[in-house]
């Protein structure tokens, strides 16, 4: 890990009113997926603007790459969550990976899985990433007549 | 079965090919034909986790491909062949029996011109799809079996932006 971009602690609150955002992690899918959750986790905790969602919807997969690899530059940020293992943000995300060895690529993310995230602040995002990518594999549960 | 789907699609294997067409279609393999694939294995392995374990790969050069495709095409499974330019298309429906080609995305990059929300063509790849046409092959563009095909009349036109 050349960086931890996370110091703070659960006790201490990640921004205050005239701080911009830290930004930890990138979100991208299809559709309107990465807003749609984005704005959930807003919703749910107030802490959605640790996340940056990313649409793609007219890229080719180089300029896909480009994008998702500027937007981590420019963010600082190493840890990325996409929404399908096959999907083109994955495979872009993938090709990042490659060369950035300090960063993580959490494939097929959901909203438990970004929820558990935004409030782990005591570890570094990837650490905090793997920890909230068991949450949300956990998190699916299957209620009624037919489970 | 056979290959039950010829498609041009600059992604390559992503959710709409695996998923969106995969599923409904009962689809057990898939073709990529792609030179830079097909010499690079890091990059078949990248597009090898991108798909169920129970649906087979297979990388092939455009050259290597024209060679086996009758054998994917009597293969008693259903299967897709992608390609992810026109002009790898072009080559493989020389002579081969083709009949009908999907155009399921070419994405926005310099010198292409949007003609429809997931199809932007330079003018040469226009011109490649003519030629396509021209042979006797039906070219449409769809992006999910739901959507209605878009002949390519329509298509070049940008009457259905």
Known sequence: MSRDIFEKTMSSPQTTSDQVPKHRAIVA?????????????????????????????????????????????????RVIFTDLQAGSCTMASRRILRGMEDAVLIAGANLPTLLDFVFAEGVSAPQAARHAAERGRAAIAVHGAGA | MTLVLYRIDDRLIHGQVVVGWGQPLDIEFIVLVDDTVAAEEWEQELYRM?????????????????????????????GILLTGDIATMRRLVDGNGITAVNVGGLHSR???????RYVFLTPEEERELRALSARGVAVTAQDVPGARPVSLEDLLAGNEL
């Open chain 1, 29 to 77: 899918g299809h559709g309107e997926f990465a807003a749609g959750l984005v704005s959930a986790v807003q919703q749910i905790t107030g802490r959605g603007d640790q996340l940056i969602p990313v649409a793609v919807h007219t890229l080719g997969v180089a300029d896909i790459e480009a994008l998702l690899r500027q937007q981590m530059i420019d963010a600082d940020v």
């Open chain 2, 50 to 78: 991108g798909v169920p374990p129970e649906m087979d790969v297979y990388f092939h050069s455009t050259n290597d491909a024209i060679k086996a495709l009758a054998k994917y095409r009597s293969d008693s499974r259903a």
């Open chain 2, 110 to 116: 310099a010198g292409r011109v949007q003609r429809l």
